[in-house]
């Protein structure tokens, strides 16, 4: 079973594209995935148009030092945390802030922080 939907990697194809044409745009991340047991956590905004499975977000990877990021989707998909479970998607996220906001706080915390 595919770590994101179809409907997600339309979505951060689409940011992707605007991008390529904007470099100022600044979308807000299409899905948030997560490791149940090590507390990382990527909030993905786009994908690149000649590379749609390179993703671009930011990534919290529990160190103190959260960072805007690329990622291959096969590598997210093939990830499992310290005990053995596999990144999940929180299908209940839903993005109220544009990806440099929620860069910004998360460096400011040091810390991706669920609000």
């Known amino acids: 079973m595919p ?3 179809d409907v997600q990697q339309a979505q951060l194809l689409a940011h992707g594209q605007r991008r390529a044409q904007d470099p100022g745009f600044d979308p807000m991340p299409v899905a948030k995935i997560y490791t149940p047991d090590a507390g990382v ?3 993905l905004a786009f994908a690149y148009p000649d590379d749609p499975a390179r993703l671009h977000g930011l990534c919290d990877a529990n160190t103190g030092f959260p960072q805007l990021t690329d990622i291959r989707l096969t590598e997210l998909e093939t990830l499992h ?3 053995g ?3 999940a ?3 209940n996220f839903k ?3 544009t990806l440099s906001d929620y860069a910004a706080r998360a460096t400011a915390q040091g810390a991706y922080i669920e609000e």
Do not use: I, Q
């Open 3 to 5: 770590l994101l939907t």
């Open 41 to 43: 956590v990527w909030l």
């Open 81 to 83: 945390g310290p005990n």
């Open 85 to 87: 479970y596999p990144v």
């Open 89 to 91: 998607v929180d299908t």
């Open 95 to 97: 993005a109220t802030r």
